[in-house]
T-cell receptor, first 110, second 115 residues
Framework: SQQGEEDPQALSIQEGENATMNCSYKTSINNLQWYRQNSGRGLVHLILIRSNEREKHSGRLRVTLDTSKKSSSLLITASRAADTASYFCATDAAGNQFYFGTGTSLTVIP | KAGVTQTPRYLIKTRGQQVTLSCSPISGHRSVSWYQQTPGQGLQFLFEYFSETQRNKGNFPGRFSGRQFSNSRSEMNVSTLELGDSALYLC??????????????FGQGTRLTVV
């Protein structure tokens, strides 16, 4: 069963705006990763944050992790039409497989 | 460096048949994982292989099986296909086993349609 739940399920914004999506999970983790999936294709790794980290940046992406609340957020700043995709969080604990969330479908309107 | 290659990309099979999907990981990667993605269930973990050994298995019936070869290439097999097996099957490879905090690289997937 999936451990993560993304929120919102769908998000529609104008180009240039910021997009924030959240991920909540149920059990303790070692790492949390965010992936992007363009329609019906493979997943592309965006960023990994370890359980002892609170915030991480990569280009226009900012990820936060709150292990006390068992939640993470992904912020995409200055969004572009090319950011239109589904975004998934994936959690893992030692020795265990990834658990993917349900995904947030982001639409960026030009 | 070549990415993860999955073959075939598209497949149409009839109920009751069996199918074999192939995944070639990135050179040097020893972990290969398989996922089933459907609109209703999202990404569901099937199994993970590391150095030819199955490390973890998801909650799928025994009709779903896999293996990994000494060159790290992996195959998954689904026997006695059912309509509900129609899905996008994704393979991911990584240097270390899942849970070790390494990035997983995904292939483009195999779109299986069962009619």
């Amino acid at each position: 069963s999936q451990q993560g739940e993304e929120d919102p399920q769908a998000l529609s914004i104008q180009e240039g705006e910021n997009a924030t999506m959240n991920c909540s999970y149920k059990t303790s983790i070692n790492n949390l990763q965010w992936y992007r999936q363009n329609s019906g294709r493979g997943l592309v790794h965006l960023i990994l944050i370890r359980s002892n980290e609170r915030e991480k940046h990569s280009g226009r992406l900012r990820v936060t992790l709150d292990t006390s609340k068992k939640s993470s957020s992904l912020l995409i700043t200055a969004s572009r039409a090319a950011d239109t995709a589904s975004y998934f969080c994936a959690t893992d604990a030692a020795g265990n497989q990834f658990y993917f969330g349900t995904g947030t479908s982001l639409t960026v309107i030009p | 460096k070549a990415g993860v290659t999955q073959t075939p990309r598209y497949l149409i099979k009839t109920r009751g048949q069996q199918v074999t999907l192939s995944c070639s990981p990135i050179s040097g990667h020893r972990s290969v994982s398989w996922y089933q993605q459907t609109p209703g269930q999202g990404l569901q973990f099937l199994f993970e292989y590391f150095s030819e050994t199955q490390r973890n298995k998801g909650n799928f019936p025994g009709r779903f099986s896999g293996r990994q070869f000494s060159n790290s290439r992996s195959e998954m097999n689904v026997s006695t296909l059912e309509l509900g097996d129609s899905a996008l099957y994704l393979c991911a490879s990584s240097l270390a086993p899942q849970g070790a905090g390494t990035e997983a690289f995904f292939g483009q997937g195999t779109r299986l349609t069962v009619v």
